[in-house]
T-cell receptor
Framework: NAGVTQTPKFQVLKTGQSMTLQCAQDMNHNSMYWYRQDPGMGLRLIYYSASEGTTDKGEVPNGYNVSRLNKREFSLRLESAAPSQTSVYFC????????????FGNGTRLTVT | EDKVVQSPLSLVVHEGDTVTLNCSYEVTNFRSLLWYKQEKKAPTFLFMLTSSGIEKKSGRLSSILDKKELFSILNITATQTGDSAIYLCAVELNRDDKIIFGKGTRLHILP
């Protein structure tokens, strides 16, 4: 089973460039999440989607947009990358009900110069 | 504002020691508390706790939740070098299925 798949694994951008991080899950999960992880900061929630067709802001949404394209896919877009967005980005999913831990992708390491 | 606070942020012990990691939370509409272990890549799931006072156990790891005092602890007994990792605590909210994490405890086990 693939689980949660993120692409790309690594990316270097120049300030002002745009890009989309892709995430897909094959577990028929309802909820999907995007987190960023910086040294000493744990995982901070950027956006999440409790079901197909809905998205909500998390703790640090500024500078990002998301699209829940269908039940499987949840993309994260940086319209104009900034050095402060240098981070490791994790996508995760769960069924959304009780007793449903998050399943994580392997992360995307993004550097903005 | 919902928040999850972990302590200590960093811990170094010798192999064989027992460690206790702490997680306190202030959230509205609590649903569950989760513990994850993160080594090189993605976090891996350890425990989910929903009820107070019921210990969850897996080998040398155990965890318990106190919903009155709003905290959880993760215990690791007879630590091994393979336990070196970042341990993350997260709280799931009933409202919109939101899940927020603490900053993590970086645990290093010396041989």
């Amino acid at each position: 089973n693939a689980g949660v798949t993120q692409t790309p694994k690594f990316q270097v951008l120049k300030t002002g460039q745009s890009m989309t991080l892709q995430c897909a899950q094959d577990m028929n999960h309802n909820s999907m999440y995007w987190y960023r992880q910086d040294p000493g900061m744990g995982l901070r929630l950027i956006y999440y989607s409790a079901s197909e067709g809905t998205t909500d802001k998390g703790e640090v949404p500024n500078g990002y947009n998301v699209s829940r394209l269908n039940k499987r896919e949840f993309s994260l877009r940086l319209e104009s990358a900034a050095p402060s967005q240098t981070s490791v980005y994790f996508c995760a999913s769960n069924t959304g009900g009780l007793n449903s831990p998050l399943h994580f992708g392997n992360g995307t390491r993004l550097t903005v110069t | 504002e919902d928040k999850v606070v972990q302590s200590p942020l960093s811990l170094v012990v010798h192999e064989g020691d027992t460690v206790t990691l702490n997680c306190s939370y202030e959230v509205t509409n609590f649903r569950s508390l989760l513990w994850y272990k993160q080594e090189k890549k993605a976090p891996t799931f350890l425990f989910m706790l929903t009820s107070s006072g019921i210990e969850k156990k897996s080998g040398r790891l155990s965890s318990i939740l106190d919903k009155k005092e709003l905290f959880s602890i993760l215990n690791i007994t007879a630590t091994q070098t393979g336990d070196s990792a970042i341990y993350l605590c997260a709280v799931e909210l009933n409202r919109d299925d939101k899940i927020i994490f603490g900053k993590g405890t970086r645990l290093h086990i010396l041989p």
